[in-house]
């Protein structure tokens, strides 16, 4: 391969890790979102549950110590 060709496929390849980098950081914020996101769900899930339980039981939960941890 010639020096010129060496510099070009150098030159392609730069650009490609620079996107391929910038294509990683844009799928972690994605990520980093969907898991707030199903977070906020799961915190919802939960409070529908405790809330179900009572309404089922007719009285109050157990005290913190008896609960069951998911």
Known sequence: MSLIGTIEKIKNLEAEKRNLLNEIESLKRMADAKAETLESEVCA????????KILVSGSELPPASDKIQI
């Open 45 to 52: 899930l939960r409070d529908e549950v405790k809330s179900l």
